[in-house]
């Protein structure tokens, strides 16, 4: 059962214009997103991170948009620029008592970015 | 300062053998955890270890197993290995153990299981 979906296996958008990628969730426990940059041969690199408590959050190029009625959230990187190219992971956390920091990532959607 | 370190980086192993794989975390760091990363199937968390105790488990069969060592560094095996064992299988560091707080990942082992 895929908890945290990323349907769009793939991306292509041209450099200088917006890419979005999308992510939807079912687990109405996660209360932390977070999204994960990874090139080939190398590990997953954090991105940018957002508590269910904001619908919005922006760092730089980088914002991500949580609809909790949805259970969507996206991440949207503008410009986009030919090292944005890389595999995107979206990833959950649930609300733990503990301090436990299992995530739940999706499948993730690889982004190219032409020229 | 140095990131968390993984070996080996690749690793080719025959079916029914048993693997352990490394990992060093960022200094200071109590938690470590471990995924497996295999195509079409995202990452999936394995386990967990803060200061020397698993402190939360995915669902794999008990083949999987790890155990942290004193000084945070943490060590994974996959005991009868499978075909489909064959992943890449990434650790991950942080500092209080909440993902919060910030949570490095290594470059990964690929183990290939022949």
């Known amino acids: 059962d895929q908890q945290v979906k990323q349907n769009s296996p793939s991306l292509s958008v041209q450099e200088g214009r917006i890419s979005i990628l999308n992510c939807d969730y079912t687990n109405s426990m996660f209360d932390y997103f977070l999204w994960y940059k990874k090139y080939p041969a190398e590990g997953p690199t954090f991105l940018i991170s957002?508590?269910?408590?904001?619908d919005k959050n922006e760092d730089g190029r980088f914002t991500v948009f949580l609809n909790k009625s949805a259970k969507h959230l996206s991440l949207h990187i503008v410009p986009s620029q030919p090292g944005d190219s890389a595999v995107y992971f979206c990833a959950a956390k649930e609300m733990d008592a503990g301090t436990a920091s299992k995530l739940t990532f999706g499948t993730g959607t690889r982004l190219q970015v032409t020229l | 300062k140095a990131g968390v370190t993984q070996t080996p980086r690749y690793l080719i192993k025959t079916r029914g053998q048993q693997v352990t794989l490394s990992c060093s975390p960022i200094?200071?760091?109590?938690?470590v955890s471990w995924y497996q990363q295999t195509p079409g199937q995202g990452l999936q968390f394995l386990f967990e270890y803060f200061s020397e105790t698993q402190r939360n488990k995915g669902n794999f069969p008990g083949r999987f197993s790890g155990r942290q060592f004193s000084n945070s560094r943490s060590e994974m095996n996959v005991s009868t290995l499978e075909l489909g064992d064959s992943a890449l299988y990434l650790c991950?560091?942080?500092?209080?153990?909440?993902?919060?707080?910030?949570?490095?990942f290594g470059s990964g082992t690929r183990l290939t299981v022949v």
């Open positions: 957002i508590s269910s408590i904001k």
């Open positions: 991950a560091s942080s500092l209080g153990g909440h993902a919060n707080y910030g949570y490095t």
């Open positions: 200094s200071g760091h109590r938690s």
